[in-house]
């Protein structure tokens, strides 16, 4: 059972710690001290909301289809390659200072719609937790939970250190080499956790 909470929980890490419009968006409002619990409770119940998903419908389809389990498996084995090797070829690429606008504040109403379109409205949230953090799951069942309950831990901790410490990361975060640095540790993870399923699969 930990096990399965240890690896949902770097899974759900690896994922979700990828620059990108909503993380970028945290970390502003984070730097700008402006509605920061709002906006980390929106993004982390959200997450919470979609893993579950994710984890109960990889459930049923699981039950129902007795290949699901092992095409799920594969699949995310490939995915977790591909999505490594594009966090490595963004930290080749170079990084990007994160610099906050210097703008007057936003009504909160205004920075929950913000934040609610970011989450909602971006299908790569859908592909990483609902697809693939349910169908990697699986491979820890009967534990499945344990690992949907590590993976909401982490966006948890993810989004609330991110929007609380982001005055204290500023200074590092304002350096390029910072952002190269993350994504080559996302990508390792990936390709650890790939590499993991992969030998798991080929011992069963």
Sequence with gaps: MLGSGVAGFLSGLG???????QNAFVLRQGLRREHVGAVVLICAISDAILVA????????????????Q??????GVGFLLVYGGLR???AWQGGTALVPMQTKPAPLRRVVLICLALTWLNPHVYLD???????????YAPYNWGFGAGAILASFVFFATLGYGARLLAPVLARPRAWVVLEVGIGLIMWAIAATLALRALAA
């Excluded at 994922?15 to 419009?21: D, E, M, Q, R, S």
Aim: net charge positive.
């Design 15 to 21: 994922l979700i710690a990828a620059i990108g419009a």
């Design 129 to 139: 937790t609902v697809a693939l953090l349910g169908a990697l799951s699986m491979q």
């Design 70 to 75: 092992t095409v799920m498996l594969w699949g």
């Design 53 to 68: 998903l994710g984890v109960a419908g990889a459930q049923a389809l699981t039950s129902t289809y007795s290949g699901f």
């Design 88 to 90: 490595f070829r963004a």
